[in-house]
């Protein structure tokens, strides 16, 4: 490390605990959990949250992926000009300390629709802290093992198109059929990094993190799905991952000797497979939830006998994970919706956030909320507020385009991003 960025690094370290915040790395879709969930306070000092302006702004290319933060690094990926570009940035100052492109198309072979609203990578890389290997998925199925160590030089790489044979999605509805291409994070679960490939050869594949060398497929063999990527749940101490293709939830077993077997599946077909919302964890419980043909959320229950419907309640989220925190359950698709976790009654309903939307939830039980073209919000989560929605400060309109990536927040910095790559990193006043 040279001076200047050890020196970068230190004033960063001193700053977040003189402002009482404490730093999560952000290496995974949906954060250092996966989850949504952080260690770090919101940075609201009951006056004012965010700086007038970002401390810097950059183009990284088109594409719905959300950055990823790992210590001064902030890496993100986009698609510009007939490439696939990785880079390495200085999360203080947004310099590129590395950059590295793949010839990519903008969309995957099989598009079929809605190129206006979309283009380049969707998927969330994926950073591993022991090798320090970072996995991208493009929208076309190129699967890249890089070292960032080594300025993002590659370790290995497949197609997956090209390597398992996959083909179109099915249309499934008699809503006109769509196909987005690879859009699932790729999920590192100890030596194995997890693929949704959507191969009639198995759904989700096993592959040995540092060689690439497949190591299992599923028993499920269902098309890969629109959504940010499969979640691991421990079902009665057993390891599982949870997956949502084109048909449904699937359940898959990790554990030694019935790797790949599937533990049981919950039917959820969604017109043009837009099952966009990943599924969200917690406990042996999943929640899942689409707008389109079926416009509610369910909780299910998974045992190592199957899965069964605890609720299902009439709301939905388009594009936003939902959130589990202390008992409620927070996504939003038009307005920020606050569920009772046990029951799906809306306790409460606001805000303005239109079709896109990501939230997460700090440590001093606030949200940050982002939607519509860069809406982005601090609003108090239903253990500071329980019978109203409650916003507490609002930055408006700060791109163009919609904002399909999800919000990131590390070490006191917000990051924002919009589909056509336009990224801002906003630094918390406290």
Known sequence: MDNSLATRVAVAIVLTIQAGLIADDWPHWRGPYRNGHLNEKSGWNGQTWLADKPDWTLEVGEGASSPLVVGPSVFALGWAEGNDTLRCLDAATGKTVWSVARPAPQWGRFHDGDEGMYSGACSTPEYDS???????????????????????????????????????????????QRDYGYTSSPLVHGDWLLVEVGAD??????????????IWSSECVDPAGHNGGPVLITVESVPCVGLFTVNGLVVIRLDEGHEGKTVGTYPWITDFANNVASLA???????????YNHKSICRLKVTLSGIEKVWEADYSSKVCTPIIHKGFVYFTWQRLRCLDWETGEQKWEGGSFSDPGSCIVTSDDRLIVYGFNGRLALVETAVRSPEEYVELSVQERLFRTEAWPHVVMSGGRIFCRDRLGNLACFRVVD
Request: hydrophobic share 30%; with cysteine.
């Open 281 to 291: 964890v917690h406990e042996d419980n999943l929640l899942i939830t689409s707008q």
């Open 130 to 176: 022991e090798t320090k290997f970072i996995y991208t998925l493009g929208v076309d199925g190129d699967l890249i093992c890089r070292d960032t160590r080594n300025s993002g030089k590659t370790v290995w790489e497949i197609n997956l198109y090209e390597t398992y044979h996959v083909k179109k999605r099915p249309r499934l509805t008699r809503a006109p």
């Open 201 to 214: 050869s198995g759904c989700l594949k096993a592959f040995d993190k540092r060689t690439g060398q497949l």
